[in-house]
């Protein structure tokens, strides 16, 4: 995506673009794709905008989900933001903490929207295990 992209989509969801937002906007499409949390987008941007508040971030980053730019998830306590719009799910990695997106059949979304009563709204996929970095180091070398 573009910083365009960002602004645009704020501006239609009625937010004012500020200082404090286009660095959050530079730090998010920056990191595209990628997964990040709001501490990461905090001390990144208090480097620019010295004044920035934690809570101002997280505010900012809730804007730009609801304006339908950037997806969470949780994860071990944490909330993390992704610029991933793709059906999929997230791996974690229980040694080295990386995320990866895995991609995930969409047939599971059909099979529970034809369920009587049910309507999915948000899926949110978070797989935990050991990557293959991770599991290749603990590999004994022959």
Same mark, same amino acid.
């Given at each position: 995506?573009?910083?365009?992209?960002?602004?645009?989509? +704020?501006?239609?969801?009625?937010?004012?673009?500020? #200082?404090?937002? +286009?660095?959050?906007?530079?730090?998010?499409?920056?990191?595209? #794709?990628? &997964?990040?949390?709001?501490?990461?987008?905090?001390?990144?941007?208090?480097?620019?905008? #010295? $004044?920035?508040?934690?809570? $101002?971030?997280?505010?900012?980053?809730?804007?730009?989900?609801?304006? !339908?730019?950037?997806?969470?998830?949780?994860?071990?306590?944490?909330?993390?933001?992704?610029?991933? &719009?793709?059906? &999929?799910?997230?791996?974690?990695?229980?040694?080295?903490?990386?995320?990866?997106?895995?991609?995930?059949?969409?047939?599971? +979304?059909?099979?529970?929207?034809?369920?009587? !009563?049910?309507?999915?709204?948000?899926?949110?996929?978070?797989?935990? !295990?050991?990557?293959?970095?991770?599991?290749?180091?603990? $590999?004994?070398?022959?």
């Amino acid at each position: 995506m573009s910083k365009e992209y960002y602004v645009n989509a +704020l501006r239609e969801s009625k937010f004012k673009i500020t #200082p404090q937002r +286009l660095q959050v906007i530079k730090y998010v499409n920056g990191k595209t #794709p990628g &997964h990040f949390t709001a501490e990461d987008v905090y001390l990144s941007v208090k480097k620019i905008e #010295p $004044t920035v508040t934690l809570a $101002t971030i997280y505010n900012i980053l809730k804007a730009m989900k609801d304006a !339908g730019t950037i997806n969470s998830f949780e994860a071990n306590g944490t909330t993390w933001f992704e610029t991933n &719009h793709e059906f &999929h799910g997230n791996f974690i990695c229980r040694n080295c903490g990386e995320i990866v997106d895995v991609p995930v059949n969409r047939n599971l +979304l059909n099979d529970l929207n034809s369920m009587e !009563g049910f309507s999915v709204e948000d899926v949110s996929l978070v797989i935990s !295990g050991t990557c293959e970095k991770c599991s290749k180091a603990k $590999t004994p070398q022959l």
